[in-house]
Nanobody, 126 residues
Framework: QVQLVESGGGLVQAGGSLRLSCAASGRTFSRYAMGWFRQAPGKEREFVAVIDWSGKITYSTDSVKGRFTISRDNAKNTVYLQMNRLKPEDTAVYYC???????????????????WGQGTQVTVSS
């Protein structure tokens, strides 16, 4: 099966930055859209951002728009989430995910994603 491994999480002060990485294996990475979700303590899993197969089309949720940037490097089978101006409410476990059909964009619903990483913890202190 597809394997997704997140990395780059950690503890950061409010206003700081982190870059998350998600390394993929087990499928032709460049053919599929990739997304980031997060889950804070006591809350449901939340969509963060998605990027299409080519890297030309992206979408992010309003709460992170202008602060987070999703990108991908297909040569490295890796998708990134650059997180700037972090806030305490960004504290969560961040998950990388993929699925759907090749060359097809994914949306905001977690049901559209078939494969998930195990997550990386991001903690933003105030």
């Amino acid at each position: 099966q597809v394997q997704l491994v997140e990395s780059g999480g950690g503890l950061v002060q409010a206003g700081g930055s982190l870059r998350l990485s998600c390394a993929a294996s087990g499928r032709t990475f460049s053919r599929y859209a990739m997304g980031w979700f997060r889950q804070a303590p006591g809350k449901e899993r939340e969509f963060v951002a998605v990027i299409d197969w080519s890297g030309k089309i992206t979408y992010s949720t309003d709460s992170v728009k202008g602060r987070f940037t999703i990108s991908r490097d297909n040569a490295k089978n890796t998708v990134y989430l650059q997180m700037n101006r972090l806030k305490p409410e960004d504290t969560a476990v961040y998950y990388c995910a993929t699925g759907g059909a090749a060359y097809t964009m994914l949306g905001v619903r977690s049901q559209g994603y078939d494969y998930w990483g195990q997550g990386t913890q991001v903690t933003v202190s105030s």
